[in-house]
């Protein structure tokens, strides 16, 4: 980066972000856990040096949870064919740290310390790295100028700038392009990002290739962990629809469309996983239903209390990838609240997905709409009516399943591609 950017950084963003941190961690859990985590990082980096001395270093970075799924298969992939290096993946966010799986591959869990100059400095003085890796978004410039300086090749993996991203607007631009020209490699998820990057970055001699996004990789890696875990079946028959990860704004849009349906399909199941299953959520599901004069059960009394319910509502985390593997449509949540959540997981289970208007967050939505794997609706009607279609044409039904999973299929290998490029490269 220009010295002007990062005086600017480190003079003015870094002092005011810290204060700010400090004052919000009073009020907010997850950040007074960040800042007591991080005070262990020099032990662990001590401790972890004293056994790996002679061992080549790679850091992988990613935010939090979802950016370490990605970086997963890229880790597998790294240690298969050099298991004599040592990965450290670090995270920003608590959640990311605490709640992301300790792999075999993976040598140390630790927090990224907070991107002042002296503590980056002294992070990678003290851990040595070969080769920075960073997934998909969060660049941390002292980190990447630092790398720089000691000339440690930086990289960016599975890159995403959306057309109209906050990064492609005046000023703001200016910083950003000054960042992702400090990197060494950039490989993005597709074409379209690839463009992105390059509008942002201009006439650089850095290398930046299109290799895919290591989230399909993973998404099918999860799916054959999660069929292993064989959570009992919830319907012996039926048309079974599932919503995952609803929130109350799609609920709203939905739940008209399901009551009409269930009353004119006996063969109709239903399958609710709200996005927080906490009790009052439930009990408003609960509510909702038994109103328009259907029973629900939640999943964890299902076993206790089996009868004709219809509609099972899932009160636990964790297991939704899996139900997937037991639906025949999915409904996938946050598209009426502004962000789709994940549709990669549905799909691979070789299901139909259906959302509402907000999708353009996720590149697997618009291309499961191209393929005809999905479709998007606004409102009640519209949801209504696909699940009539697909209910009473079912030829139409197992061509939108079939495309579905084709684009899973059709986008695997983005792990072996970006694998081999970082270890080919120097």
């Given at each position: ?231 009992p079946k919830i319907f012996d028959d039926g048309f079974v629809f599932i919503a995952g990860s609803l929130w109350p704004q799609d609920a709203r849009h939905l739940l008209p469309a399901l009551y009409r349906t269930l009353r004119e ?104 709409l191209e393929a005809g794997g999905a479709r998007c609706c606004d409102n009640e009607v519209c949801i209504y009516e696909v699940l009539c279609n697909f209910l009473t044409h079912p030829e139409e039904y197992q061509q939108a399943a ?25």
């Amino acid at each position: 980066m220009t010295f002007f950017w990062l005086i600017l950084y480190n003079a003015i963003f870094i002092p005011l972000a810290y204060l700010v941190l400090i004052i919000w961690a009073q009020f907010d859990t997850k950040l007074r856990d960040g800042i007591t985590g991080r005070k262990t990082i020099w032990l662990k980096l001590e401790e972890f040096r004293r056994h790996s001395a002679n061992h080549t270093v790679f850091l992988i970075h990613s935010a939090s949870l979802g950016e370490f799924e990605q970086a997963k298969p890229v880790i597998r992939g790294l240690k298969a064919i050099r298991p004599d290096i040592e990965i450290v993946a670090s995270f920003t966010s608590p959640s990311g740290f605490k709640n992301a799986e300790r792999i075999r591959e993976v040598a140390l869990f630790t927090y990224l310390p907070f991107d002042s100059f002296l503590n980056s400095r002294r992070f990678i003085q003290r851990l040595r790295p070969a080769k920075i890796i960073f997934v998909t978004y969060e660049l941390w410039p002292n980190l990447i100028h630092l790398a720089q300086r000691y000339r440690i090749p930086t990289y960016l993996i599975s890159a995403r700038i959306r057309e109209g991203s906050t990064k492609l607007k005046p000023v703001i631009r200016t910083f950003f392009s000054e960042l992702y020209r400090s990197l060494n490699y950039i490989y993005a998820i597709s074409d379209e990002h690839k463009k992105s990057v390059l509008k942002l970055i201009g006439s650089v001699n850095i290398t930046v290739l299109t290799l895919g996004d290591t989230r399909y990789d993973q998404v099918i890696q999860r799916s054959r962990e999660m069929i292993y875990k064989k959570i009992p079946k919830i319907f012996d028959d039926g048309f079974v629809f599932i919503a995952g990860s609803l929130w109350p704004q799609d609920a709203r849009h939905l739940l008209p469309a399901l009551y009409r349906t269930l009353r004119e399909y006996r063969q109709l199941k239903i399958i609710i996983a709200p996005h927080e299953p906490v009790e009052y959520v439930l009990e408003e599901f609960e509510d909702a239903f038994l109103t328009e004069g259907f029973e629900t059960v939640r999943l964890s009394q299902r076993e206790a209390t089996p009868g004709l319910q219809r509609v099972v509502l899932v009160d636990r985390v964790g297991i939704l990838a899996e139900l997937y593997h037991q639906a025949h449509l999915a409904f996938v949540g946050g598209s009426f609240r502004g962000s789709i959540h994940n549709v990669m997981e549905p799909a691979v289970a070789g299901l139909p997905v259906l959302f509402g208007p907000t999708y353009t967050n996720s590149q697997e939505a618009k291309l499961l709409l191209e393929a005809g794997g999905a479709r998007c609706c606004d409102n009640e009607v519209c949801i209504y009516e696909v699940l009539c279609n697909f209910l009473t044409h079912p030829e139409e039904y197992q061509q939108a399943a079939l495309s579905s999973r084709q684009v899973i299929l059709e986008n695997m290998g983005a792990s072996a591609r970006t694998v081999k490029e970082i270890l080919e490269s120097t």
